[in-house]
């Protein structure tokens, strides 16, 4: 087996579902304790001493925070070392496996915490209560990575089309027509698609609602379930008002064995996919497609080692940068 596989070693999740501010937390007090959950998850109490690299997703509770990345390792005393914190962008947990996998392979890192959190939940309690919180103070622009492009153009502006809520449901609109189904079936196709993905989330104990929806209560427009954006209703849409972490360590084969981690907490990173759609929504060909999507994936993209990802794009202006969520 070879000794520089990147291997997951360690996981941790907090949800705070709490309207007590007694109780409630800052963004980087959530992300800090996942990240303890992480290092106790990997049952090694030398493995935080070998964590030289700390990566962090972009946090939009944060804008107090002029370094997240070197805040968290000082609170949890780690080393000296390389400190990231990415753009803004729904893509970039999986950019920053996929790049620490690379790392790890090719030598340029021991162990590497990834980790983000946000606290918007407690962000729109205190706007509704009128309650000052410190954390939310501030203009401050960590140095981040990533790209940083505006995610939509001014052009786009003009026709009020900024918002994923402006711009989304162009797509699910052209993606019904190009499917040939009715409007009505339509509804009732994403009432059942709605209600497959609340029955997952009423197993999860860190999903956010967890009360398994029925399609009929998710595709029946009430007082509490009224229309988003056609034909999204409430019930149908994500929300970001939620107060919760995620962090995930990554390092090597060699770096296991050496610190005994067992082997029932490897998990091997097999291969990563990367692409990026054409950027601004005024210049794709349709909207009812995403080529970018199945590029990773497609069989004509040539192999790679389980070391290497695959990082393609059909940005016509060959911009850089990785958008693998961006629809």
């Known amino acids: 087996m070879r000794g520089n596989l990147p ?84 893509n970039a947990p999986q950019w920053l496996v996929n790049r620490s996998a690379d790392d790890l392979a090719a030598g340029r890192c021991r162990a590497v915490l990834i980790a983000g959190g946000e606290a918007l939940q407690t962000f729109k309690l205190a706007a509704k209560r009128r309650v000052d919180l410190p ?63 609340a029955a997952v989330a009423a197993t999860h104990p860190h999903a956010w609602f967890r009360d398994g929806k029925s399609a009929g209560e998710i595709g029946t427009a009430t007082a509490m379930n009224r229309m988003i954006a056609y034909p999204y209703l409430k019930y149908m849409s994500s929300i970001l008002e939620v107060d919760q972490a995620a962090a995930v360590i990554l390092t090597t084969v060699d770096e296991a064995h050496a610190l005994g981690i067992r082997r029932s907490q490897w998990v091997y990173v097999h291969g990563g996919g990367e692409a990026n759609d054409i950027w601004h929504v005024k210049d794709r060909s349709n909207f009812h497609s995403s080529p970018g999507i199945p590029l990773p994936l497609d069989g004509r993209t040539p192999r790679v080692s389980p070391l290497r990802r695959v990082s393609r794009s059909v940005d016509r202006r060959g911009a850089g940068g990785q958008s693998s969520s961006r629809p």
């Open 135 to 197: 954390w939310i103070s501030g203009q401050r622009r960590p140095h981040s990575v990533g790209d940083d492009r505006q995610g939509s153009h001014p052009l786009e502006w003009n026709y009020g089309l900024q918002m994923p809520t402006q711009i989304y449901p162009l797509f699910e609109v052209a993606l019904r027509a190009h499917e040939g189904r009715a409007p009505d079936a339509h509804h009732v196709h994403l009432s059942r698609l709605s209600a497959s993905l």
């Open 7 to 90: 291997i997951v070693v360690g996981v941790g999740q907090v949800s705070d579902r709490s309207d007590d501010f007694a109780v409630k937390r800052e963004p980087m007090a959530l992300v800090e304790a996942a990240a303890r959950l992480a290092l106790e998850d990997a049952g090694c109490t030398g493995l935080s001493r070998r964590i030289d690299s700390v990566r962090v997703v972009n946090m939009l509770s944060g804008s107090a925070y002029d370094d997240p990345p070197g805040i968290l390792g000082s609170r949890l005393g780690l080393q000296e070392g390389e400190r990231l914190y990415t753009t803004i962008g729904g």
